[in-house]
């Protein structure tokens, strides 16, 4: 699955971005999402996921300033990022599992990555 993220970019400490991430193609469903990210010189950390149920989960690191979350019609993850501090600096990678026809199988695929930058 090809997938286009996009909404990174520079924002100062406390600020907000939305960062959106859309897989091409005939898109019956979004099952399970999640958003991962790398910073320099670190691996890559897993930040928040949702299921096709509503279930999310979030990095402690995150937790109670992101929010995961999907629009059906738009056939688009969003990561809502609030209150940002500079160590949230970093690639951002979403990953998204779909079905595109009733009944059909899965597939899964990565974001190519988008920049976040968070001035202090």
């Known amino acids: 699955v090809q997938l286009q993220a996009s909404g990174g970019g520079l924002v100062q400490a406390g600020g907000s971005l939305r960062l959106s991430c859309a897989p091409s193609?005939?898109?019956?469903?979004?099952?399970?999402m999640a958003w991962y990210r790398q910073a320099p010189g670190n691996q890559r950390e897993f930040v928040a996921a949702?299921?096709?149920?509503?279930?999310?989960n979030y990095a402690d690191s995150v937790k109670g300033r992101f929010t995961i979350s999907k629009d059906n019609a738009k056939n688009t993850v969003y990561l809502q990022m609030n209150r940002l501090k500079p160590e949230d600096t970093a690639v951002y990678y979403c990953y998204v599992e779909i079905r595109r026809s009733v009944g059909g199988r899965n597939y899964d695929g990565w974001g190519q990555g988008t920049l976040v930058t968070v001035s202090s």
């Open positions: 949702g299921t096709s149920g509503g279930a999310t």
């Open positions: 193609g005939n898109i019956f469903s979004i099952n399970n």
